[in-house]
C-alpha cells in the first residue's frame, strides 16, 4: 500500500506547508495567480482522502465479475500493485473515506451555496423598492447619505452605488469604484470565496482552509483593484478606497473597501500607491509550474501502481 502511504505523506505536508505560503512575496505581485494556488492547494487537500479510499477500494473491486483469465491476471496484477491483501474490510474502509469526504464537502458547498443565493433574492428585491437604475453609471443608485459602493453577484447581478458616495467621490473615483465592482462580477469572485469559505466552515479545525479563505477574500479585492487600475490611475483607486474605508454592506455582496481582514485596505492603498514590476518569466514559469505540482501530485501517487502496472506488461496473457 505504498501509494497510499505516500498519498498520506503528501495530505499532511499540504496541512502543514499550506498555510505558510501565505507569506510568499510574489501573491501581491499576481493576486490572480494567487488565487489559483489558494484554489489549488485546497482541492488537492480535499482530494488526498479521497484518493486514498480509491487507492484501496479500486484493486479489490475494479473488473473482475466473470471476465476472463485475461483480465483476472490483469486484476491481481493491479492488487499487487496497491498492496491489497484480499482483506474485505479494506475496499470497505476505502469507500467510507471517500464517500464520506465528497458528501461531507460537496453537502457544505451546496448549503452555503444555497443559503447565498436566497439572500441574494431577498437584497435585489430589497434594492428593487428603494434604489433606481442610472443607465448613464450603469449602476444601481441607492438612496442613502453614507458612501458605499458594492455589487450584487449571481445570475441578474448587479452594481450598487449609494448617493452619498456619489457625492463623496470625484467622476474619476466613481468610475475607479464601478470598474472594481464589475471586475468582482466577470471573474465570478463570489464562487472563488464561496468555495475557500466552505471548507473553512466543513474543516474548522485545519488551519489550511481558514488561511485560504482569508486569502482569497484577499486577494480577489488585490485583482479587482488592477483591473481597476487599469481603467483609471491606481493613485485614484486607492484614493476611492480610503473615502469608502468606513462602509459596510451586506454579507452575500462583494463591496468596495469592507473586508474582515484586519489591516487589508491599508495595504491595498499602499499596494496601489507603490506599484511592483510583475513577475519576470522564468519566476512565472515557476509559480505555474508549482501550482501544476500541487493539483497534480496526488493524481500522480495514486495512479502511479497502475501506471507501473501497465507499463511493465503485467496484465498481459496469463491464462
Known amino acids: 500500500m505504498t501509494a497510499t502511504w505516500v498519498l498520506a505523506a503528501v495530505g499532511g505536508a499540504l496541512l502543514v506547508v ?13 493576486p490572480r495567480l494567487g488565487i489559483a494556488l489558494w484554489q489549488a492547494l485546497c482541492v488537492s487537500a480535499v482530494a488526498v482522502p479521497v484518493l486514498i479510499g480509491l487507492t484501496v477500494l479500486v484493486p479489490a473491486t475494479a473488473w473482475v465479475g466473470g471476465l476472463a483469465a485475461l483480465m483476472h491476471a490483469c486484476v491481481q496484477s493491479m492488487q499487487q500493485a496497491y498492496g491489497f491483501h484480499g482483506d474485505a474490510l479494506e475496499p470497505t474502509l476505502g469507500l467510507l473515506l471517500a464517500g464520506a469526504v465528497l458528501v461531507w464537502v460537496s453537502g457544505w458547498i451546496a448549503f452555503d451555496l444555497h443559503r447565498a443565493r ?14 433606481s437604475p442610472d443607465f448613464d453609471l450603469g449602476a444601481r443608485v441607492l438612496d442613502s447619505p453614507t458612501a458605499a459602493a458594492f455589487c450584487v453577484p449571481g445570475r441578474d447581478s448587479q452594481v450598487v452605488v449609494t448617493a452619498g458616495a456619489l457625492a463623496a467621490l470625484s467622476t474619476a473615483e466613481v468610475a475607479g469604484v464601478l470598474a472594481h465592482e464589475r471586475a468582482h462580477l466577470r471573474a465570478r469572485h463570489h464562487l ?13 479545525g485545519i488551519s489550511l482552509f481558514a488561511v485560504a479563505s482569508q486569502q482569497v477574500t484577499r486577494l480577489v479585492e488585490l485583482a479587482a483593484d488592477d483591473r481597476a487600475a487599469h481603467e483609471v490611475d491606481r493613485v485614484t483607486v486607492a484614493s476611492a478606497i480610503v473615502r469608502l474605508a468606513a462602509m459596510r454592506a451586506p454579507r452575500s455582496a462583494m ?8 489591516g487589508v485596505t491599508a495595504s491595498r492603498v499602499g499596494r496601489l500607491l507603490a506599484p511592483v514590476d510583475p513577475l519576470p518569466p522564468r519566476r512565472l514559469g515557476g509559480v505555474l509550474a508549482t501550482l501544476v505540482g ?26
Open 18 to 30: 499550506g498555510p505558510r505560503l501565505r507569506h510568499l512575496s510574489w501573491l501581491e505581485v499576481s
Open 118 to 131: 436566497r439572500e441574494r433574492t431577498r437584497m435585489r428585491r430589497s434594492l428593487a423598492a428603494v434604489s
Open 192 to 204: 472563488a470565496v464561496a468555495g475557500t469559505r466552505s471548507l473553512s466552515r466543513a474543516f474548522p
Open 255 to 262: 463591496a468596495m473597501a469592507d473586508c474582515a481582514t484586519p
Open 294 to 319: 500541487v493539483l497534480g501530485t496526488p493524481l500522480a501517487v495514486a495512479m502511479a501502481p497502475a501506471i507501473s502496472t501497465a507499463i511493465t506488461h503485467l496484465c498481459t496473457g496469463v491464462s
